[in-house]
């Protein structure tokens, strides 16, 4: 499965772009602010429905303008053209459609095309709030699992309306317990069906995490994860029951998998405290690269690759590693974004195969090799 084509009008700072990809490199050199980034986040809003740096779809759209749309052709299987068709207008809400036809909810998309996207951004799985690191699990098991998905918002619905019970209690000092039963009775079910797919995931990707770290790193430091939640010593029914009283004076929910969280460990200590810049990017793409081959394991083909400034503040023996993996043709379509058109050039002249080069200057691309 690879992107053939992709197509925009008036997305973040392009007009109107057609541009071709090849099935394997395709690289994008060129300053910083003239549009490189903006090519993968339209390639990402066509696997996830939603821009990969903000919720907000009409911060996408061209100052001056009112809507955009991106348009993407697809080759599945090297036999089966698939068309992915977005666009947002003010006032409006989110079209998305797979062959001319709209799909009804947008969760229905997610998973037809696995996408990992690697990004300076990523630095907030380090040193965001455990809702970043959760985000970051839930998107991994979500592209190949559906059910984990749906479980996860009707997990969120009757969280969010427990939460108002208990807000409404602070007001009025009045609470329908068997409101609030059923509700908490809805959390336990389906908060324990996200912590086992959470907690076997955990233990899935973390062998693969360290293969990755240990390649970058040349097996000069050990890395691992750790996950951390409530439910790995009583279930959650028992901890809604016994901690009932706390959420009252609270007005929320205080016990559940909506406080989870995943502990980022370098030499057994906090990656945040202990890590260089070059350690952290290291950690991450690894980490990155762990959810590439667990994705690719579970649905069976390759996901598309987004690689934005991934050589920045790496040390050339780190850079050298991601080229040898880059080389070794272990992915499959891969998209590449960098200041350098020198480094960049040095990973293509590696590569056994077929890539593009772009130039980007101020929303105009013009193809180099």
């Not at 693969?208 to 790995?232: C, D, P, R």
Request: charged letters at 25%.
């Amino acid at each position: 499965m690879y992107l053939k084509s992709l197509s925009l009008l008036n997305f973040k700072n392009y007009n109107k772009l057609d541009v071709d990809f090849c099935s394997k490199i395709n690289c994008f050199t060129g300053k910083n602010g003239v549009g490189k980034t903006n090519i993968l986040d339209a390639i990402y809003y066509l696997s996830f429905c939603k821009s990969f740096f903000t919720s907000v779809d009409s911060f996408n759209i061209k100052h001056g303008d009112n809507l955009f749309v991106i348009n993407g052709q697809y080759l599945f299987n090297n036999e089966t053209n698939e068309n992915i068709f977005c666009s947002f207008e003010q006032g409006k809400r989110k079209r998305f459609k797979r062959n001319k036809k709209e799909y009804d909810k947008l969760a229905d998309h997610i998973g037809l095309i696995p996408l990992v996207m690697i990004s300076p951004y990523d630095i907030n799985l380090i040193i965001g709030g455990s809702d970043e690191r959760r985000k970051f699990i839930d998107g991994i098991i979500s592209q190949y699992n559906r059910n984990y998905l749906y479980d996860l918002q009707s997990y969120n619905r009757a969280l969010a309306q427990r939460n108002f019970i208990l807000k409404q209690y602070g007001k009025t000092g009045y609470i329908d317990t068997e409101v609030l039963d059923l509700y908490s009775q809805q959390l336990a079910e389906y908060g324990s069906k996200i912590f086992n797919r959470r907690n076997n995931f955990i233990k899935e990707i973390i062998p693969v995490f360290q293969k990755y770290f240990k390649h970058i790193s040349k097996n000069n430091e050990q890395v691992s994860l750790q996950y951390s939640s409530q439910l790995h010593s009583k279930n959650l029914a028992d901890l809604l029951t016994e901690n009932i009283e706390k959420d009252k004076i609270a007005r929320y929910t205080t016990t559940g998998i909506h406080k989870d969280d995943l502990s980022l460990l370098l030499e057994d200590f906090p990656i945040k405290k202990l890590g260089s810049q070059g350690q952290q990017k290291s950690y991450l793409t690894a980490l990155k690269l762990a959810q590439f081959e667990y994705i690719q394991k579970q649905c069976g083909f390759k996901p598309i690759l987004l690689l934005d400034d991934i050589f920045d503040k790496l040390d050339s023996e780190r850079v050298e590693q991601i080229i040898i993996l880059l080389s070794q043709n272990n992915f499959g379509q891969v998209f590449i974004t960098d200041t350098n058109p020198e480094r960049v050039n040095k990973v293509l002249k590696r590569i056994n195969g077929e890539y593009f080069h772009y130039s980007v200057n101020n929303a105009n691309i013009e193809k180099i090799q």
